[in-house]
């Protein structure tokens, strides 16, 4: 789906990280941690397209992210759902409108009818349908955030610090939830620094865990 | 072009949806109001300009470009001698198409304005005029002038060039001044609502990062500007031209000044003229807020 290949990024002159490979295949899933200000949250924006290598090549779904033009972008990032990690809403439209955006954008919202209202009860914010982003408290807003990235049912799900600001049971309740979405074929990508996260995901699913140090990508070690 | 017209039908049904993902924006909607309906209104004027001086010039060239007279002034025994030898060399000449020496009558209708209806023109040595037709491609005057010379000694061609030519000339002038005047208030008009466009794009560049983050296409979310640009655009100039055309229709009529003078108003079927100037104003701006849209979405990554 999604393959980093020596990837290098700097923000100006310094280098984040470079010589990063990453395989994303289709149904996998995939923890990435660090240090803060290791870079996770700059290697996902390369995995759907925000942001463009400084070196090395991105494909998404096989194209290459530097030879694509802003509609090929606009067509990826529609089969990549994002749970960014500052829940990017339009705080003057109410939740429902919020989470049936990406498919009002791909002029799909016809589809919104159907799939919103099982969606919002999924991720149990039927009560918030009608409230503004702002009134919203941190996990409600999460949670939101990982409705809208699934109402399009994308290939690839990325999540960045998705239990950032929730409490441990809110916590599991959104791995449950990115666990069955990967149990349906979807490839997950969730950036945390939460290790009893990732602990209680591998006694659920099959995952691999990365580690982004030191400006290198590596597999994770045993101590998990 | 087939394309661009799809796109503006597009917008009439639109996508309300889009519509409301970009939240309302009070001063550019007041703004782009505002100054579709003032151009509009000076459109009204500079458009009546340029249809009155057309009218003018045409007047002026229809009226007199068809004749010219030729003067004749002999002793009385040779007078119709030489008109007998002017009509000949006219009838030789080519672009001319009839030629004939006015009655009596006809000559003391023409100078009963300077002398009374009761002068006694057989017995005035005043000169024979002979009225001259032109067809459509006109004579050459140089050259008629030097034959006349040759053969009727006695003989002023007056072709009426002289002062017609100026005449015309300034009325296309002021006609050309109209249609700049319409091009410059279109140009501004594309250029405040292109301002307009960019202000309300920069206020709403949180929101546009949304959108695009969940895979709108840059064409999706510049449509939402432009459909809103351009029916602002469309209801300030239906509001402009309605006024304008009011603020005509109160001017005086200037006919009785004289039949050179034609007013400055709409004359006939010119009145729907305008009605033109709403759904311009409303392209102007589609393609300005188009346009200011995709590049400004460029430029914000
Ligand atoms: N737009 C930017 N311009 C310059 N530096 C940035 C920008 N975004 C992030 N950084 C820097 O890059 C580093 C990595 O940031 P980030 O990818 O957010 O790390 P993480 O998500 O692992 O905490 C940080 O030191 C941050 O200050
Ligand atoms: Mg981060």
Same mark, same amino acid.
């Given at each position: 789906?999604?393959?980093?290949?020596?990837?290098?990024?700097?923000?100006? &002159?310094?280098?984040?990280?470079?010589?990063?490979?990453?395989?994303?295949?289709?149904?996998?899933?995939?923890?990435?941690?660090?240090?803060?200000? %290791?870079?996770?949250?700059?290697?996902?924006?390369?995995?759907?397209?925000?942001?463009?290598?400084?070196?090395?090549?991105?494909?998404?779904? &096989?194209?290459?992210?530097?030879?694509?033009?802003?509609?090929?972008?606009?067509?990826?990032?529609?089969?990549?759902?994002?749970?960014?990690?500052?829940? *990017?809403?339009?705080?003057?439209?109410?939740?429902?409108?919020?989470?049936?955006?990406?498919?009002?954008?791909?002029?799909?919202?016809?589809?919104?009818?159907?799939?919103?209202?099982?969606?919002?009860?999924?991720?149990?914010?039927?009560?918030?349908?009608? *409230?503004?982003?702002?009134?919203?408290? &941190?996990?409600?807003? *999460?949670?939101?955030?990982?409705?809208?990235?699934?109402?399009?049912?994308?290939?690839?799900?990325? %999540?960045?610090?998705?239990?950032?600001?929730?409490?441990?049971?809110?916590?599991?309740?959104?791995?449950?939830?990115?666990?069955?979405?990967?149990?349906?074929?979807?490839?997950?990508?969730?950036?945390?620094?939460?290790?009893?996260?990732?602990?209680?995901?591998?006694?659920?699913?099959?995952?691999?865990?990365?580690?982004?140090?030191?400006?290198?990508?590596?597999?994770?070690?045993?101590?998990? | 072009?087939?394309?661009?017209?799809?796109?503006?039908?597009?917008?009439?049904? =639109?996508?309300?949806?889009?519509?409301?993902?970009?939240?309302?924006?009070?001063? /550019?909607?007041?703004?782009?109001?505002?100054?579709?309906?003032?151009?509009?209104?000076?459109?009204?004027?500079?458009?009546?300009?340029? @249809?009155?001086? =057309?009218?003018?010039?045409?007047?002026? !060239?229809?009226?007199?470009? #068809?004749?010219?007279? $030729?003067?004749?002034?002999?002793?009385?025994?040779?007078?119709?001698?030489?008109?007998?030898?002017?009509?000949?060399?006219?009838?030789?000449?080519?672009?001319?198409?009839?030629?004939?020496?006015?009655?009596?009558?006809?000559?003391?209708?023409?100078?009963?304005?300077?002398? =009374?209806?009761?002068?006694?023109?057989?017995? @005035?040595?005043?000169?024979?005029?002979?009225?001259?037709?032109?067809?459509?491609?006109?004579?050459?005057?140089?050259?008629?002038?030097?034959? $006349?010379?040759?053969?009727?000694?006695?003989?002023?061609?007056?072709?009426?060039?002289?002062?017609?030519?100026?005449?015309?000339?300034?009325?296309?002038?002021?006609?050309? @001044?109209?249609?700049?005047?319409?091009?410059?208030?279109?140009?501004?008009?594309?250029?405040?609502?292109?301002?307009?466009?960019?202000?309300?794009?920069?206020?709403?560049?949180?929101?546009? #990062?949304?959108?695009?983050?969940?895979? !709108?296409?840059?064409?999706?979310?510049?449509?939402?500007?432009?459909?809103?640009?351009?029916?602002?655009?469309? !209801?300030?100039?239906?509001?402009?031209?309605? /006024?304008?055309?009011?603020?005509?229709?109160?001017?005086?009529?200037?006919?009785?000044?004289?039949?050179?003078?034609?007013?400055?108003?709409?004359?006939?079927?010119?009145?729907?003229?305008?009605?033109?100037?709403?759904?311009?104003? !409303?392209?102007?701006?589609?393609?300005? /807020?188009?346009?200011?849209?995709?590049? /400004?979405?460029?430029?914000?990554?």
């Amino acid at each position: 789906m999604i393959d980093l290949d020596n990837v290098a990024y700097s923000y100006g &002159g310094a280098e984040l990280f470079s010589q990063v490979k990453l395989n994303l295949a289709a149904g996998s899933f995939h923890f990435l941690t660090g240090p803060s200000g %290791a870079g996770k949250t700059t290697l996902l924006k390369l995995c759907y397209g925000e942001l463009q290598a400084t070196g090395g090549q991105v494909r998404l779904f &096989g194209e290459d992210a530097a030879t694509m033009d802003r509609d090929a972008v606009a067509m990826a990032r529609r089969r990549i759902g994002v749970v960014h990690q500052d829940c *990017q809403f339009l705080d003057h439209l109410p939740l429902t409108e919020n989470i049936a955006l990406p498919l009002t954008v791909s002029g799909r919202e016809a589809e919104a009818e159907a799939n919103l209202d099982d969606l919002m009860g999924w991720v149990g914010l039927r009560a918030q349908a009608r *409230q503004l982003p702002p009134q919203l408290s &941190g996990g409600e807003r *999460q949670r939101a955030a990982l409705a809208r990235a699934v109402i399009m049912s994308p290939d690839v799900i990325i %999540a960045d610090e998705p239990t950032g600001n929730v409490d441990w049971e809110m916590s599991q309740r959104l791995l449950k939830l990115l666990i069955e979405l990967n149990k349906m074929g979807k490839t997950v990508l969730i950036a945390t620094h939460d290790m009893n996260l990732i602990r209680a995901a591998k006694s659920q699913v099959t995952t691999r865990v990365l580690r982004l140090k030191d400006r290198r990508l590596m597999q994770a070690g045993v101590e998990l | 072009m087939k394309i661009y017209f799809a796109r503006f039908i597009e917008l009439v049904g =639109g996508d309300p949806q889009a519509d409301r993902a970009v939240p309302p924006t009070g001063f /550019t909607a007041r703004l782009t109001l505002f100054t579709a309906g003032a151009m509009a209104f000076l459109a009204v004027f500079a458009l009546a300009l340029s @249809l009155a001086t =057309g009218r003018l010039a045409d007047r002026w !060239a229809s009226e007199l470009a #068809r004749t010219s007279t $030729l003067r004749i002034s002999a002793p009385d025994d040779q007078v119709d001698a030489q008109v007998r030898a002017a009509l000949q060399v006219l009838e030789t000449t080519p672009g001319v198409a009839a030629a004939r020496a006015l009655t009596p009558d006809e000559q003391r209708a023409l100078l009963a304005p300077w002398f =009374g209806p009761d002068l006694p023109v057989e017995d @005035l040595p005043i000169p024979q005029l002979v009225e001259i037709i032109e067809d459509a491609d006109g004579y050459d005057p140089t050259g008629l002038r030097a034959r $006349l010379q040759a053969e009727v000694p006695g003989a002023v061609l007056d072709d009426h060039t002289r002062w017609r030519e100026p005449m015309i000339a300034a009325a296309g002038r002021l006609r050309s @001044l109209g249609w700049i005047a319409l091009i410059l208030i279109a140009a501004s008009t594309a250029a405040m609502i292109t301002l307009a466009a960019q202000a309300a794009l920069a206020a709403n560049a949180q929101v546009i #990062r949304v959108m695009r983050l969940v895979g !709108a296409r840059d064409i999706y979310i510049a449509r939402a500007f432009v459909r809103r640009f351009t029916l602002r655009a469309l !209801a300030g100039a239906a509001i402009g031209t309605t /006024t304008g055309l009011f603020a005509v229709w109160l001017l005086p009529s200037a006919d009785v000044a004289g039949g050179f003078l034609t007013g400055l108003g709409y004359q006939g079927l010119h009145w729907f003229l305008p009605l033109f100037i709403p759904p311009l104003a !409303a392209l102007v701006a589609f393609f300005a /807020t188009r346009a200011a849209a995709l590049r /400004t979405l460029r430029e914000q990554s």
